[in-house]
């Protein structure tokens, strides 16, 4: 039905500012890249997150101490107002979005990993986007995801996607610090390839999202060597993820070996 299916995840760094307040106008971009997609027959599922600190900014401080139950309250709370601001943008290109959240055992084989295939194959068939994000209310620590770059990475594979898309706010993976000017672009990864010394420790606050560069190398590295072309790029930039989809060299692309030469 589409000449392409894409798996799209944007973290919380690229939808938010400096004072870790959602922006409205990223979203946008987003939205319009998905639906200019959508006219040349290219569906996108979205693994969105952003719940969080969308709790955050509607509740303010909390008074809870448990961190994983301060977790599950700010994202009860901040899940149906991101799908309130993606229903209104989608809405404004003529598109329609659902929410999807999963939890870690639905990717377990069963029953449960089924009832998610056709949940996510029906609304694609309909013209539906999807839109997912692990169900943070209701998930446990022992079950939970890593983080959504993992949740992207198992539903590309669920789905069969033909790529992966991951966006962050910097342009991929970098030989050192982004910051630096003796610091390079990685371009091309392999899924075996050992990246230890391009990862830095990740010392983000909670609200700021779970995922660091070396777990969307992880996953990204996984999703790969299924066969699937994966993407780390900068998703505050306007048309990365068209840009991508048309071929261009755009942020750290990781590849089977044999994709690389094509």
Do not use: W
């Given at each position: 039905?589409?000449?392409?299916?894409?798996?799209?995840?944007?973290?919380?760094?690229?939808?938010?500012?400096?004072?870790?307040r959602i922006v409205?106008?990223?979203?946008?971009?987003?939205?319009?890249?998905?639906?200019?997609?959508?006219?040349?027959?290219?569906?996108?599922?979205?693994?969105?997150?952003?719940?969080?600190?969308?709790?955050?900014?509607?509740?303010?401080?909390?008074?809870?101490?448990?961190?994983?139950?301060?977790?599950?309250?700010?994202?009860?709370?901040?899940?149906?107002?991101?799908?309130?601001?993606?229903?209104?943008?989608?809405?404004?290109?003529g598109m329609k979005?659902?929410?999807?959240?999963?939890?870690?055992?639905?990717?377990?084989?069963?029953?449960?990993?089924?009832?998610?295939?056709?949940?996510?194959?029906?609304?694609?068939?309909?013209?539906?986007?999807?839109?997912?994000?692990?169900?943070?209310?209701?998930?446990?620590?022992?079950?939970?995801?890593?983080?959504?770059?993992?949740?992207?990475?198992?539903?590309?594979?669920?789905?069969?996607?033909?790529?992966?898309?991951?966006?962050?706010?910097?342009?991929?993976?970098?030989?050192?610090?982004?910051?630096?000017?003796?610091?390079?672009l990685v371009q091309?990864?392999?899924?075996?390839?050992?990246?230890?010394?391009?990862?830095?420790?990740?010392?983000?606050?909670?609200?700021?999202?779970?995922?660091?560069?070396?777990?969307?190398?992880?996953?990204?590295?996984?999703?790969?060597?299924?066969?699937?072309?994966?993407?780390?790029?900068?998703?505050?930039?306007?048309?990365?993820?068209?840009?991508?989809?048309?071929?261009?060299?755009?942020?750290?692309?990781?590849?089977?070996?044999?994709?690389?030469?094509?």
């Amino acid at each position: 039905m589409y000449k392409e299916k894409i798996v799209v995840k944007v973290g919380t760094n690229v939808m938010t500012n400096k004072d870790n307040r959602i922006v409205r106008p990223v979203l946008r971009n987003l939205v319009e890249q998905i639906a200019k997609l959508y006219e040349r027959d290219i569906i996108t599922v979205l693994v969105s997150s952003g719940s969080v600190i969308a709790g955050k900014e509607v509740l303010g401080k909390s008074n809870i101490e448990d961190r994983t139950q301060r977790r599950q309250v700010y994202s009860a709370i901040g899940q149906p107002r991101m799908m309130r601001l993606y229903y209104n943008i989608f809405h404004d290109y003529g598109m329609k979005c659902a929410q999807v959240l999963p939890t870690k055992r639905d990717f377990s084989p069963g029953v449960h990993r089924q009832n998610m295939v056709n949940c996510c194959e029906g609304l694609l068939s309909e013209g539906v986007i999807p839109i997912a994000n692990e169900d943070d209310a209701v998930s446990v620590t022992m079950s939970m995801f890593s983080d959504n770059d993992e949740l992207a990475s198992l539903i590309a594979q669920l789905l069969n996607a033909d790529k992966l898309i991951i966006l962050t706010d910097i342009d991929g993976l970098y030989t050192g610090d982004p910051n630096e000017k003796n610091s390079d672009l990685v371009q091309h990864v392999k899924p075996e390839e050992n990246l230890d010394k391009y990862i830095k420790d990740n010392n983000k606050k909670e609200e700021e999202g779970r995922g660091g560069m070396g777990s969307k190398l992880d996953y990204a590295q996984q999703a790969a060597a299924k066969g699937i072309p994966t993407y780390i790029a900068n998703g505050k930039k306007k048309n990365t993820i068209i840009d991508i989809i048309d071929g261009k060299n755009v942020g750290t692309r990781v590849t089977l070996e044999e994709e690389l030469i094509k």
